[in-house]
């Protein structure tokens, strides 16, 4: 006894003058009586038999420690610097330097806080008669404690905020580390209550390829990178999003798969109460009051009304475009309703704060009871507007939040009474329909092709779901049969454009709605494939790109059916040949600067809606005025997104692998370095020029007979920066008709913000988002350096 009680005690000697540096640290595989107390300066770590994952006390700051799990093998030159990105789970409590876990030899696990009183802090307690007991971490991560009997506890069972492959999610709960958000498997809940999200199918596990399987049938729920074996796991966020994490060997570093929600402000509990959330140019949130509102707290995160509402007889609305509030007591639509009906409801409240309303004719109505919450603004949203209840006397028209309105005049007008398409009673089963015929199809093609299209639709199955597509959408587009295609454009009869993808007809569909049929050449893929690309595309909605409605992948065809926007494309608008009137063109009216302007901001705006909210970059790659469509008032309208990747690889990969049309492509098109977002704000910023010029970029020379050379946006910065004469470089159409006072501020900020995005390096241009922010003038542009191409730089 005295020999065993001198070797422990010479072995604990060993461990703790230990210094706790990546060099040096101690490990062992297993915790028992003989090994314990296992002390938090001692640096030690406990492994899993593969070394990939470690528990131990992690110094943080101050001197103090967490009991925690950590990935090691791909984090052990950090120790025990470990960022949060590797910690998998830990115990809550603060420890000090004489922290200790032991096992006791009555199989008790006890983890304490040194000699200071406050018991045992380990999760739960567990104990047995037994002697044996040990602590171990096995390969998967999970940190069992047992008796050679019986499992007593794993931290499987207990999960903090994150759950790894292979453990069992249902029946327990993640907690963001701040306390604020979890997840019980099903639902996103802030506050204990507050359900924000829904899965649907509850999670069960996460499977080692990187699929999430779902309750009962085992089938996946979501799937991440199907592509290989990585280390993954899920996490709740202290931002109240649940992300799965991929870590990449070769970039060393972990990305996103999949979120649950990319609109981060519909994260409840994102801004406190009455307060509106907004996301900025890089995706962060922030948040700001309504007009009438203060901040109550230095951090924005709360408002409070500046003038109570004392009479309830006495009050007005103000109008908050695009802003949905989502907390208030009753949230059903009592609708149908007009606004001023919906309006007189709210008034006969007295509890009523404000009422929400949608200008496409569906008469929604909310009323808001008791309490704001959860306000948001998106402007990519449906048509609404949140009418907020303020006292009589109420005049703030200066609040942080009425940039917001101003905002609205440069969008489209509200009132677009876009018809929805029919809603299919039972969508989810035509969609199984679709799924099993072409699975059939494919089988009776052979079990090669069987393999090659598990494989694709895997792939394509996976993208859908990175953007957050369930995996069979209900309400998907609807698909069309070849023959009520053909009826519906009366055989093909009225071509109204051709376009690099194809050729596009008019037509009219049997619900009388006008429709684009735009029928596709050299499309790669099967039907699946196919499916699978157009259901992203028709989940992308903004008031600012053509509604996808419709396809139909029939006798290898490859259709698809758009909204119809009646005024055509901007190229007629901007390029007035002067022979036009002879040739018979209809007679097009000129756009004046202010519509020119907003139609700027509005395709800046979709573009940044493509580029930054999906997860994945949607790129355009052929932005140019004839993919600009304009509707009823000349709101902005982009086609054609999303199509580049329905290219045939061999289109995409031959020498021509260029996409673009010339004239637009970015110089890295040429130069065959890697295609960034930034092709697509360099293509932009070729449309910004000549919306304000007038001219085709590629057309001046016969105009100014300079030499080869020459270079458009170059020209134009002379003109403007160095020869100061704006005036030469304006559509000579309207140039009379502009006035510097009314006009240059907004024709400054198109010009300065076209010289930015005409950059030659990427690097240099902004990102699209920053670029819509630019021309609506909330941020301030710096001067410019004179856009060149590396080919002319030489000279
Ligand atoms: C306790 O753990 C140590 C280190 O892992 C090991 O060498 C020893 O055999 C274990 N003792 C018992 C009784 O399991
Ligand atoms: C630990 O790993 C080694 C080799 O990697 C293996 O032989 C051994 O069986 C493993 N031990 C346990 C307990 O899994
Ligand atoms: C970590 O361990 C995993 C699993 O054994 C292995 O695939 C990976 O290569 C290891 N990584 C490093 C950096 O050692
Ligand atoms: C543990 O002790 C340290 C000081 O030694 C103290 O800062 C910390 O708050 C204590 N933690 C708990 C949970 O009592
Ligand atoms: C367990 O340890 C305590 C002191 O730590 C000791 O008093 C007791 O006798 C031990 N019991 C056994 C069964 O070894
Ligand atoms: C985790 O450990 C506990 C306790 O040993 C055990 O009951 C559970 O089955 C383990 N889970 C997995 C997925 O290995
Ligand atoms: C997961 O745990 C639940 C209850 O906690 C159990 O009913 C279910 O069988 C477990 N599933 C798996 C795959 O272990
Ligand atoms: C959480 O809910 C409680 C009651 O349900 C409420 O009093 C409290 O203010 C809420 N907290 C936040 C941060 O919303
Ligand atoms: C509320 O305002 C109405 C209309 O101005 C007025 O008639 C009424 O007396 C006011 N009530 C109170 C309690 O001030
Ligand atoms: C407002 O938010 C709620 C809850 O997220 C949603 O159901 C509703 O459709 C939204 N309304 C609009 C007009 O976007
Ligand atoms: C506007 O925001 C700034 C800082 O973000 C804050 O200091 C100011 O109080 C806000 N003003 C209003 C009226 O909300
Ligand atoms: C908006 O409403 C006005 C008045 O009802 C109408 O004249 C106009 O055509 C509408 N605009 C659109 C785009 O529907």
Redesign the pocket.
Known sequence: MALFLLLSFSFLFLLSTAPPSAAQTQSFKSLNVSNSPWRATQGSLLLSN???FAAGFLPSSQGLYKFSIWYH??SVDRYPHISADYVVWSVKAQLGSSATLSITNTSELILTNGSSPGGNLWPTFTASSQSSAQLVLDDYGNLTFSISTADLWGSFQHPTDTFLPQQNMSGTILISSNGRFSFDSEYLIFNKTEIYWNSKNPFVILIDSGEIRQKNSGDPVYSADLSDMRLRRVKLGDDGNLRIYSYR?TLNQWTIVWQSITELCTIHGTCGPNSICRTDSEGSTYCVCPPGFRPTSYDNYDCERKILLSNTSNTKFIQLDYVNFTGGSNQSNVGPTNLSDCRARCLAKSNCLGFMFKYDGTGWCVLQLDRLLYGYWSPGSAANAMFLRVDISETDNNSNFTGLTSLIETTCPVNLTLPEPPEDSNSTTRNIIIVCTIFVAELLSGVAFFWAFLKKYIKYRTMAQTLGLELIPAGGPKKFAYAEVKAATNGFSNPIGKGGFGDVYKGELSDKRVVAVKCLKSVAGGDSEFWAEVTIIARMHHLNLVRLWGFCAEKGERILIYEYVPNGSLDKYLFRSDRSQTDGEEDKPVLDWNIRYRIAVGVARAIAYLHEECLEWVLHCDIKPENILLGDDFCPKISDFGLAKLRKKEDMVSLSRVRGTRGYMAPEWVKADQITPKADVYSFGMVLLEIVSGIRNFDVQGITGESAEWYFPGWAFDKVFKEMKIEDILDRHIRHAYDDRAHFERVDRMVKTAMWCLQDQPELRPSMGKVAKMLEGTVEIMEPKKPTLYYLQDQ
């Open positions: 593969n070394s990939v093998n791909i060997p």
